[in-house]
């Protein structure tokens, strides 16, 4: 089916929700609706999928992961055929197979993402499995020595930050730096407790007539507190000033006076308190029994049952999108990676104004991706008077524009 969007969509693929590995802060494990959905698609509705999306413009991109996205057990012939269709993908894995898989993977300019909690024991003992940091290092190698004959594959890490690293990072990032990595990623711990699940539940059976389906509790429990978010600072505070912040930066990019709130769940309410995530528009999530979401607690329906669009049009994804824009985000929202990925504020029905443009939401959307910019900031005076209100677009991914969201109340000036 031939669609043009005004903007781009990432579609989130969890092949399966198997793994070799048993992390400690990983989410996959535990209490939550994850383990329902296990039973994995065959080759076959992934690809009914595939043809369902291949003629969207722009050409949509596929998060691959999981669970470990290697172990789904057609990962080659799935690859190929979104290869063939010239769908971008986009592997997150934890390294441990790719030397299987270099072959498949090198004739394209596939980005993969590879997971790394530290150095030699520290990721060991993260990831629970002995001499795992030298399996991925060697594996690592082997890229190198492909994009050195001329492959395109683009290499990121990713590390999510914990107490066992956080002191850390700089040695971490020096390690790899003769390496040919196109961005180094520091993720702050994604989580929730049952204090905050509870409030989630109650959210979203008066906002939504729902429940909530999601847990985001970690394998093993943590409790980080203000005195870790002043590890992290000073880890970082002259370290990745350094560099350049599209190469090296924290996910989600928070503000120094903001980690202490995020990490307690504290005034979770307040922190980014006027932005919504584009999440329920733009980027869909599939489970591995082709369970669709649009939003990490919001189920809209199975591939196996319906066509994508008529499950992404429906109802239930439409009343997600409707109950952000008349009020705003949910509390869990905050602790959740996808907000901070595209977000914009909610306005009255949905309309904006940038640059002196008055725009619906199809162009604010657009506005996002053309614009490279990801979040805005509001005049909350005029919001009160209910007129349309002047945004900033700030790319929240990138450090150095952290002071504009600081100035929320202010009309300030477009910044371009
Ligand atoms: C869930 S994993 C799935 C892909 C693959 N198994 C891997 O480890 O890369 C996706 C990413 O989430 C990260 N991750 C795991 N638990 C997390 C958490 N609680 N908060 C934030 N990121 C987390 C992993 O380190 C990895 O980079
Ligand atoms: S973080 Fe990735 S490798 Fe680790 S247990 Fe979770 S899914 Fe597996
Ligand atoms: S940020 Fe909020 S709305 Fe967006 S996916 Fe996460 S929980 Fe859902």
Redesign the pocket.
Same mark, same amino acid.
């Given at each position: 089916m031939n669609i043009e969007l005004p903007f781009n969509m990432d579609f989130i693929i969890n092949l399966t929700y198997r793994?070799n590995?048993r992390?400690k802060?990983? *989410?996959?494990y535990g209490k939550n609706y994850k383990e329902q959905a296990i039973e994995e698609m065959n080759i076959q509705d992934w690809i009914n999928f595939l043809n369902d999306i291949k003629d969207v413009t722009p050409k949509p991109k596929l998060i691959l992961?999981?669970?470990?996205?290697f172990l789904y057990k057609d990962f080659e012939k799935l690859f190929k055929i979104a290869v063939s269709y010239n769908l971008k993908t986009h592997i997150?894995?934890?390294?441990y197979y790719l030397d299987k898989f270099i072959p498949i993977l090198k004739d394209t300019d596939t980005d993969i *993402?590879?997971?790394l909690?530290g150095l030699f024991n520290v990721h060991d003992e993260i990831r629970n499995q002995k001499n795992l940091f030298k399996k991925v290092v060697q594996n690592i190698k082997l890229i190198d020595e492909a994009q050195k004959s001329g492959s395109k594959m683009r290499m990121r890490i990713?590390?999510?930050i914990l107490p066992e690293n956080v002191d850390k990072v700089a040695d971490f990032y020096n390690y790899f730096k003769d390496y040919d990595i196109d961005t180094f990623t520091f993720?702050?711990?994604?989580?929730s407790d049952e204090e905050l699940n509870n409030l989630t539940q109650k959210q979203w059976r008066e906002r939504l007539g729902q429940d909530y389906c999601m847990g985001?509790i970690?394998k093993e429990k943590y409790n980080l507190n203000a005195a870790f978010a002043n590890r992290y600072i000073n880890a970082t505070k002259d370290f990745i000033k350094n560099y350049s912040p599209e190469k090296c930066f924290s996910f989600p990019a928070l503000a120094y006076e903001e980690l202490a709130d995020y990490y307690t769940n504290n005034n979770l309410d307040n922190l980014r308190k006027n932005m919504i995530c584009t999440t329920a528009w733009t980027t869909p999530a599939i489970e591995p029994n082709g369970n669709v979401s649009n939003c990490i607690g919001n189920i809209i329906g199975n591939l196996k049952e319906n066509s994508f669009w008529d499950i992404w049009n429906n109802d239930k994804a439409q009343k997600l999108r409707d109950a952000l824009i008349t009020d705003g985000k949910f509390t869990i929202c905050t602790k959740c990676?996808n907000f901070y990925k595209g977000n914009f504020i909610a306005a009255p029905e949905g309309k904006l104004e940038i640059n002196g443009y008055k725009l619906e939401l199809p162009d604010v959307l657009n506005y996002i991706q053309s614009s490279k910019c990801v979040a805005f900031i509001r005049d909350t005076d005029r919001e009160q008077k209910n007129e349309y209100i002047p945004v900033i677009p700030i790319n929240i991914h990138r450090p150095q524009y952290l002071d504009f969201i600081k100035k929320e109340n202010e009309i300030i000036t477009i910044i371009e």
């Open positions: 793994c590995l992390c802060m990983c *989410t996959q992961m999981g669970g470990e996205p997150i894995t934890n390294g *993402t590879i997971s909690d990713n590390q999510v993720q702050h711990l994604q989580s985001l970690p990676c």
